[in-house]
């Protein structure tokens, strides 16, 4: 039990430094790019910090590998007045509009990265509950209608729903409502149940108390599809378009 739990808490830590070193790594290289491309000599490259395990020179460039694998860093000539000799590829040498441009693309990149992320798992897709009945609770909505397991809920008032996360979600946008029409897939055939909510208290992610409607189903665990989008849609769905 203890080995277990201390494995977790290992390749927890192993992924929370990957996390960091594909960050700062994307962000470093931002930098790398603005500065070569406004003619900054980069003197440094370094995949990670502290004591330089690999070097290798190219052109005015030391690309290096370091011993402490967080993210790395970019050094450029010039970039503190200890350093400055007034030579024209240095950092401080260069007009405001050009070193802005190193800055800003450190985390340009960072914010590239993460529409990347968002894109691609919406474009390879991602697994969802299906809205299929697992079970019915007791003296609840759901039960004195006549939903039973195995149902597959398709709509909410008529509005279609794809997934459980868009059935809870469609039920909870009628919490107002005293009785619900929900549409049903039973025996490849669509019927149309009237059920009646129950208000009950909750807290949401802010620990703010408020009054939601249940009807009283649970999900099939069982069954779990892979939701995808398309090219474009992908990308749409981070800015909250589609």
Not at 6 to 17: I, P, Q, R, S
Not at 91 to 114: D, E, H, T, W
Not at 132 to 148: P, T
Request: with cysteine; proline share 2%; net charge positive.
């Amino acid at each position: 039990m203890f080995a277990e739990v201390a494995l977790k808490y290992v390749f927890d830590a192993l992924k929370f430094g990957l996390a960091i070193f594909i960050l700062v790594l994307i962000h470093e290289f931002g930098h790398f790019l603005a500065a070569k491309k406004v003619g900054v000599r980069v003197e440094v490259f370094s995949l990670g910090f502290g004591r330089k395990i690999f070097t290798r020179k190219k052109k005015d460039t030391e690309y290096a590998i370091s011993a402490i694998p967080l993210g790395g860093y970019v050094k450029l000539a010039g970039d503190n007045l200890e350093e400055y000799k007034g030579n024209p590829e240095e950092y401080l040498s260069k007009p405001i509009s050009k070193r802005f441009a190193v800055i800003f693309c450190g985390p340009l990149m960072n914010y590239i990265l993460c529409v990347f992320i968002f894109w691609m798992v919406f474009f390879l897709g991602f697994p969802y509950l299906s809205t299929k009945v697992g079970a019915v609770k007791d003296n609840l909505g759901a039960m004195q209608a006549g939903i039973k397991v195995g149902d597959r809920i398709t709509a909410v008032e008529e509005k279609k729903v794809n997934v459980w996360d868009e059935l809870v979600a469609a039920i909870r946008a009628n919490g107002d409502k005293e009785k619900l029409s929900l549409t049903v897939l039973r025996d490849n055939k669509e019927q149309t149940f009237t059920v009646k909510l129950r208000l009950q208290t909750a807290e949401d992610v802010l620990k703010q108390k408020r009054r939601i409607g249940i009807i009283g189903i649970s999900p099939d665990l069982n069954e779990v599809i892979r939701v995808r989008y398309g090219f474009f849609e992908s990308f749409f769905l981070f800015y909250g378009i589609v």
